[in-house]
């Protein structure tokens, strides 16, 4: 059971110690913080320095050719994508203390789903914030203001639809890592609760009891599969 554990979707068994070195130092806790960072600079520069005005207007408008919603996709998804990092580097601390594989393989799933979800929302961010920057008249900028702002917001753009994907991808290798174990069965509770909760006992090869045919005992193997060619042993009379 314990190699069951240690393989549930990439994670140890439920109930350790949180290990703040260890959680930092998996690859998708850095995508995640490296996307993090990418949507505040998106975020700040388009909410600081993304409006301008000619000298003679007192309204200002979006640095991209005049395009309020140019600026509203940034902003909004540069906050989304924000707080969508956040969530999931909360759920990636609890990750190890979910017991349930069936919860686990959800939260991995979703992992899956939302990280090529934003791949996606940068791509198309990207492309339209680049072809409005590059359409943009320059008497609507006279002064050049914002102009750094406006490139850095594409540039990260660009790169969070790299930072998603890869998150994506290493969110479907621990699904595969779950999935191709034949042990985790959609029943598998962590032995660690109260012994009433777990809806049946294992048994180890170590215990010495036999299988109801009385002529082979239960095997369990250490690691994250098993040999199931012998089968039920069936008693001849």
Known sequence: MDGMQQCAFGAGRAGGAFDPLTFIQQPHTGLRIVSWLFSLVIFGCIANEGYINRPDEVEQFCIFNR????????????????????????????????????????????????????????????????NQWQVAKPEDNPLRAGGDAARAAITFSFFSIFTWAAQAFLAFQRYKLGADSAL?????????????????????????????????????????????????????Y
């Open 67 to 130: 395009n309020q919603n140019a600026c509203n996709y940034a902003v909004s998804m540069g906050t989304l994508a924000f707080l969508c990092c956040m969530a999931f580097l909360a759920l990636d601390a609890y990750f190890p203390q979910i017991s349930s594989v069936k919860d686990r393989k959800k939260a991995v799933l979703a992992d899956v789903g939302t990280s090529a979800f934003w791949s996606f929302i940068w791509f198309v961010g990207f492309c339209f914030l680049a």
């Open 184 to 236: 985790f069965s959609q029943d598998y509770a962590d032995p660690s609760l109260d012994a009433a909760e777990v809806p049946y006992s294992s048994y180890s090869a170590g215990d010495g009891l036999e299988s109801p045919g009385g002529t082979g005992s239960y095997q369990q193997s250490g690691d994250c599969g098993f040999d199931g060619s012998a089968g039920y042993q069936r008693q001849e």
